[in-house]
């Protein structure tokens, strides 16, 4: 994700959730791998779109930027 690269990840839990709907989600089975890397390479314009969203959700779940969000959160609950 954090490379700008397409990512397929199986149906199993968390994974989709991690993803965010930033990429292909597929049964947990070969063939169904298979296919969705044969659709990324035979449509390279999707594939880099998918890239650029997984980046983006890699940014957003950064450790850093999550512990700064749950600072601001505290010091707005705290001062209400």
């Known amino acids: ?8 990840v199986s149906n199993t839990e968390p994974l989709p959730e991690i993803l965010g709907g930033q990429g292909l989600v597929v049964e947990h089975d070969p063939d169904a791998f ?5 659709e990324l ?3 390279r314009s999707r594939a880099r779109a998918l890239g ?10 950064d450790g850093r930027l ?15």
């Open 52 to 61: 650029r969203g997984a980046r983006g959700r890699a940014e957003a779940l």
């Open 66 to 80: 999550m512990e700064a969000r749950e600072a601001e959160l505290y010091l707005s609950l705290i001062k209400k």
């Open 34 to 38: 298979h296919q969705a890397f044969a």
């Open 1 to 8: 994700m954090a490379a700008s690269l397409p990512v397929v």
């Open 41 to 43: 390479l035979a449509d």
